[in-house]
């Protein structure tokens, strides 16, 4: 079983993290990757539009393996996309297809002084639980959509302010970027940006609860990919928090560790079903294991150390 810190509560946000032990005197150095975010903001990653909703072309130009998680938002080109896999692009790769989903309606054209060819930012990950099954099971466009638009309702609904963009309505990047949006996740980021370094551990995940119930969780193979993916990830679980905010205060207690790390490793539903396996080149494996009520998801770098997943992913349904 997996070992959590204690639980670290902001409103109706609680988190823990998953704590690795020490690694050996002798053991070698993690792999280094670089992330999406950092990566296009250096400019060592360019993400080109192809004219094809579902597919980009990504080049690593950097020299350094780049990691892409499931989700990533790239903001510009003819629509803003999301990333449909976790993907391992390798260090000085060229172009490579990148399978992708869109996350703005109706645009297919430049946007103001956004480029219409490539994608200049990364700053967001879909936030939504749905909107991440969205993509990782019914891979489906248009129920991704229908997940968009609900997503920007709520927000709307639980801020009591309108938070689509004029410049693009449909846009759930621009709805990120909305200032009562980023206001309200300042509120929750303030109280645990840093709860990371107070566990005194080596911290290579979060699980988070959301009013009080289990909601996801995403774990790596290194303390420093956790630490560059941090803020991405603590920005989308705000914002699902905010979504799902109660009508009234007074969510339900905040489960024990113990509990949530029964809930990460699935022993609390008996038997985890059958795993279904993909390849992707040139160095990404998938295994995705469906359940009733949970759904596990790991990618692999078979081109270092490919018996362990660089990435765990655990979605409630």
Same mark, same amino acid.
């Given at each position: 079983m997996e070992t959590l810190s204690p639980p670290v509560t902001a409103r109706n946000l609680t988190a823990f993290f998953v704590l690795a032990p020490h690694p050996a005197a002798d053991a070698p150095p993690d792999h280094d990757y670089s992330v999406l975010e950092e990566s296009v903001e250096a400019q060592t990653t360019l993400v080109h539009e192809t004219g094809e909703v579902r597919e980009l072309l990504i080049e690593n130009t950097g020299d350094i393996d780049l990691f892409i998680q499931a989700?990533? %938002?790239v903001k510009g080109g003819?629509?803003?996309?999301? %990333?449909?896999?976790?993907?391992?692009v390798p260090a000085k790769s060229g172009r490579i297809p990148l399978p992708a989903f869109c996350v703005e309606q109706a645009r297919w054209h430049r946007r103001k002084t956004e480029s219409d060819v490539h994608f200049a930012a990364s700053k967001d990950f879909l936030a939504s639980k749905k909107a991440r099954l969205a993509i990782h099971l019914a891979k489906d466009q248009h129920a991704l959509w229908d997940t968009v638009a609900a997503d920007q309702q709520q927000l709307g609904q639980s801020l009591g302010c309108e938070v689509s963009s004029h410049d693009s309505p449909t846009s759930l990047q621009l709805t990120y970027e909305h200032a009562g949006v980023r206001h309200a996740v300042e509120d929750y980021t303030s109280l645990l940006e840093a709860a990371?370094?107070?566990t005194g551990g080596r911290v290579v995940g979060v699980v988070w609860a959301i009013n009080g119930v289990p909601s996801h969780a995403d774990r790596y193979a290194s303390p420093a990919l956790f630490a560059k993916l941090w803020r991405k990830l603590l920005r989308a679980a705000a914002t699902e928090a905010i979504a799902a905010r109660p009508a009234e205060a007074g969510s339900r207690p905040a489960p024990t560790s113990e509990e949530m790390a029964a809930w990460l490793t699935g022993r609390s539903r008996g038997r985890k079903p059958a795993a279904k396996e993909e390849q992707l080149p040139p160095r990404t494996r998938l295994r995705t294991q469906r359940g009733k009520a949970q759904h596990r998801f790991e990618a692999f770098d078979t081109g270092a150390n490919a018996a362990e997943p660089l990435h765990v992913a655990v979605l409630a349904e």
């Open positions: 989700g990533d %938002i003819r629509q803003d996309r999301t %990333i449909g896999v976790d993907f391992i990371p370094h107070a």
